[in-house]
């Protein structure tokens, strides 16, 4: 028989609490909830957004009508709870219908605190905390008249903004110097009330409301500096007064709120009190996150699950206004014991403010750039000490070296670093909940993870985490398919393709439900290639039109419309007969730029169409294939001279390069493939930049994976060390094939590594030798159809008549 | 004046693919869509001049090769950039002889 557990309000810390209570045990209660608002559970720090409509109420919704029902959880909406009956164990509504409880869970919040003035009781007096009050300032709110706002807090500012974002003339009434008292200095909030400002918001400041005046609503507002403002509505955000009387009503301890232990208990062991009623050790809570926090060690204690104890929390603060970055946390005015780090730039807006005592980080202000501040509330929450990052740390994370690898601020955060400060999900754990679930949105990774669900503000750098977990798979998706045709990701469509036979990739655009039966630049390519890749060349033919126009032409395209050609030069190394060769053809066909290019070849460019076939039978003749420069494919293998000539060298990289170059030329692969071959590690030929990196060692070879010297570098990850040429070979055959069949189309090794972890590659080409040898095999299969020179193919095949324009005259 | 051109033979044109043609220093495109359709624009996308005969055809759409823009080859027009479009040209199929009226 399940215990009855029964809770008071349906907002976010009741339902968080219910939500991590179903984490540990959903067989221990009968839950029950009871809400006065006639709605589901839904995202009260967003209504700022719905006051400015930049965000629907369904946007806001975290626990739908579904999900109560999924979880048998019973939700009485409309229902006021008047009364707690500790003796019976019951709860009364307002039409004293009565409900037992074994265990009673009070959530009951807050209600905004409306000072008693004249006219105050006014209708269109009204608060700022429910979807009922963003309704009523909407239907008020009107061009003819002002709005009043007053309060210059977080919810005060956020009140002004939402209802200036629609053009109304907002006037906002704060009874100190400086807005945002409570989290910012003096500095920061000229800054931020300059911005505001610009958004349409004016400011009252050191004054107060001294009457409100009308017959039955707000018609003019009397400040207490005698000024008087015609308005229709006056919105009070002038703080919160917890909702305590159901509890001192039935003989709880209450002070400003209802007393709490560390276990969110309060003095009878069977009622829990969570969030803005409550007040443990003296303190209440406005803010998400701390009660976020309550809640994980609240249901703990209810599933019976042991656990430490709340032991209070940081207040952090972000504001949640569009186009504004304010982030504030700890002691944020300096005093006698402390001093602080200031860097201003009033200019480009940007304020950044530490407050240090001794060797700790006690106080942050962040305005303008709040890049760094899960860094520095890091620093703070865990006091970190500070002394040998002093220098540098007002300039953030990224000053502090490493930063010549090209990461970004992302990459630079450690996995425990917190994202989502109100829900408390560090980036390991966003990761993680990724690669679990295999989610591929920002929708999915908020409804798993939590992460960016709330407050939102944190939801760009969420996105940096998707897409630098999935790499190019995130930039070249939509959330749903791989392109407007189709609504399948790249891994449905090989899976799909995986298990069924298709001859072309229109068969695979129709069975796969495609919007357009001939698909498109994105997604074309892409099957075609994936089909390739099953069948291999001899039982699939390579669709020249499913080809881009590189792919298709077997040379470069250059903006003019001219081509490059770059032959094939085997491991870089060359010799004084090809060389005249190719500057034979170079004359013949008025070639005006040669360049080297940085995988050791001679690209020839502004090449005409027309030349193409030509130039390249003279280069077959004399002994040149193409380079496949141009090639979603083996491209290049860069060796260093080696110990041919270095006295450094260990290791023929010279040789050992042009073996490899003469194994893997002419195979396609998701993305172009570079490799490199050094002889010692000195690594001139700069192999832990290259998809594949060989380095020479005395005692044989070193293996490199998934490097990348693009837009942005990555240095290969260490693989493996081999002692013979052979097992080199095998471990590159392997290597290549398991990228080829794993990888997303146009997915580079290092975005694959990024997305499936390198310990995904070890296990199976390292450490697993059955699956070494099962890829190495395949590789094998694959290149017996491959290795044949695209540009002799296509000279033969006729295939390059059409490059030949169509020359006509004009009738005389 | 105008007056049709005799250019090719219908098959010189590869299906999903195109030819260039040059009169004097007018280059003109002639495309071949799957269904053997086929039509005649200028031969530079009205973004950087890319060469539209290098361009994927897909339905009665060619991508510029140079920066994806897709021209629809009906109309001219470039599909994201409405305000922009390519030239168009009257070309006819008699007998499987393709001809332009220039």
């Not at chain 1, 215990?3 to 009741?14: D, P, Q, R, T």
């Not at chain 1, 095999?777 to 540009?791: M, T, V």
């Amino acid at each position: 028989m399940k215990e009855k557990l029964l809770v008071i309000g349906n907002g976010m810390s009741a339902l968080r609490t219910i939500e991590e209570l179903l984490s540990h045990t959903d067989k221990k209660y009968e839950i029950s909830i009871f809400g006065e608002e006639p709605h589901v559970n839904y995202n009260r720090i967003m209504l700022s957004y719905l006051l400015s409509r930049e965000k629907t109420f369904g946007d806001t919704i975290l626990n739908t009508q579904e999900w109560y029902d999924n979880n048998e959880v019973t939700l009485h909406t409309d229902n006021k709870i008047s009364q707690i009956n500790r003796d019976k164990k019951v709860i009364l509504n307002s039409n004293n219908e009565e409900f037992a409880y074994d265990k009673l869970l009070i959530a009951t919040g807050s209600v905004p605190f409306i000072p008693t003035t004249f006219g105050s009781s006014l209708n269109n007096v009204l608060g700022f905390r429910t979807k009922e009050d963003v309704d009523n300032i909407l239907n008020t709110i009107s061009d003819e008249k002002k709005a009043v706002v007053v309060g210059g807090g977080l919810l005060g500012l956020e009140a002004a903004y939402g209802i200036a974002k629609h053009g109304i003339k907002t006037l906002l009434i704060h009874r100190s110097a400086n807005i945002m008292s409570q989290q910012l200095d003096a500095t920061a909030g000229k800054l931020l009330q300059k911005k505001l400002e610009t958004l349409g918001i004016e400011f009252r400041l050191n004054t107060t409301v001294d009457k409100i005046d009308g017959d039955n609503s707000v018609e003019s507002v009397t400040l207490s500096d005698g000024e008087v403002v015609d308005a229709n509505i006056v919105v009070f955000s002038t703080g919160i007064s917890p909702n305590k009387t159901i509890a001192s009503d039935c003989g709880l301890s209450t002070n400003k709120a209802i007393i709490v232990n560390d276990y969110l208990q309060t003095e009878d062991e069977n009622i829990f009190a969570i969030g803005e009623c409550c007040e443990h050790d003296g303190k209440t809570f406005g803010l998400v996150a701390p009660l976020f926090e309550q809640a994980k060690i609240c249901a703990k204690k209810l599933a019976d699950v042991e656990t430490e104890g709340y032991v209070g929390s940081i207040n952090s603060t972000r504001l949640k206004i569009s186009g504004v970055d304010l982030f504030s946390a700890g002691q944020y005015i300096c005093d006698e014991d402390s001093e602080e780090l200031i860097l201003l730039d009033e200019k480009v807006g940007i304020y950044k403010k530490l407050v240090i005592k001794g060797d700790y980080l006690v106080g942050i202000i962040l305005y303008g750039d709040t890049l760094d501040a899960s860094w520095y509330l890091k620093l703070l929450k865990e006091k970190t000490d500070i002394s040998d990052l002093r220098v540098k740390l007002l300039f953030g994370k990224a000053s502090l070296g490493d930063s010549g690898h090209g990461e970004d601020s992302i990459e630079a955060m450690s996995d425990d670093e917190e994202i989502c400060g109100c829900n408390g999900i560090t980036k390991g754990a966003v990761i993680e909940g990724i690669k679990c679930n295999n989610l591929k949105t920002i929708g999915e990774v908020k409804a798993c993870t939590k992460a960016g669900a709330s407050c939102g503000s944190c939801v760009a750098l969420v996105e940096q985490v998707l897409v630098s977990t999935l790499g190019d798979e995130y930039q070249d998706v939509t959330p749903e398919g791989i392109c407007d045709c189709c609504t399948s990701t790249h891994k449905e469509i090989k899976d799909n393709i995986a298990v069924n036979d298709y001859e072309n990739v229109y068969e695979v655009f129709k069975n796969l439900k495609w919007s357009n039966e001939e698909g498109c630049r994105l997604c074309r390519p892409a099957v075609n290639y994936y089909l390739l890749v099953k069948y291999n060349d001899d039982k699939y033919k390579n669709d020249l039109r499913s080809r881009l126009v590189n792919d298709r032409v077997y040379a470069n395209i250059q903006k003019d419309g001219t081509y490059s050609v770059v032959p094939r030069i085997w491991g870089g190394v060359t010799n004084a007969k090809d060389l005249r060769a190719m500057a034979d053809v170079a004359d013949k066909y008025n070639v005006p730029t040669i360049k080297f290019t940085g995988g050791q070849r001679l690209d020839m460019l502004g090449i005409k169409k027309e030349d193409l076939a030509p130039m390249w039978k003279d280069l077959n003749d004399a002994g040149f294939v193409s380079g496949q420069a141009y090639a979603k494919g083996l491209r290049t293998v860069k060796t260093c001279v080696g110990n041919t000539w270095c006295r450094f060298g260990t290791q023929d990289a010279m040789q050992i390069g042009i073996d490899i170059e003469k194994m893997t030329w002419g195979s396609w692969t998701p993305h172009k493939f570079k490799i490199a071959v050094s002889a010692c590690p000195r690594n001139c030929a700069e192999a832990t930049i290259k998809d594949i990196g060989v380095i020479g060692v005395d005692s044989g070879w070193e293996i490199h994976f998934a490097g990348n010297g693009g837009l942005k570098v990555r240095v290969t990850d260490f693989l493996t060390k081999v002692k013979t040429d052979e097992e080199l070979f095998h471990y590159i055959k392997a290597l290549m094939q398991f990228y080829r069949e794993d990888a997303y189309y146009l997915e580079r090794t290092a975005h694959w590594v990024e997305r499936v972890g390198i310990d995904y590659v070890k296990d199976a080409i390292v450490k697993d030798d059955a699956k070494r040898d099962f890829y190495a095999k395949g590789f094998d299969e694959s290149q017996k159809h491959a290795q044949i020179d695209p540009w002799k193919d296509s000279v033969d095949s006729g295939f390059t008549q059409e490059f030949e324009p169509i020359v006509l005259e004009r009738m005389a | 004046m105008k007056s049709w051109i005799k250019v090719t033979s219908l098959d010189n044109i590869p299906t999903m693919g195109a030819r260039k043609v040059l009169i004097d220093d007018l280059e003109i495109g002639i495309f071949k869509n799957s269904k053997k359709e086929i039509f005649a624009l200028e031969n530079r996308c009205p973004h950087k001049d890319g060469v539209l005969t290098e361009g994927m055809i897909h339905g009665n759409t060619v991508t510029c090769p140079l920066h994806n823009w897709d021209i629809d080859m009906e109309t001219g027009i470039a599909k994201d950039e409405e305000a922009d479009c390519v030239t168009r040209y009257e070309i006819k199929v008699e007998d499987n002889i393709v001809y332009l009226n220039i």
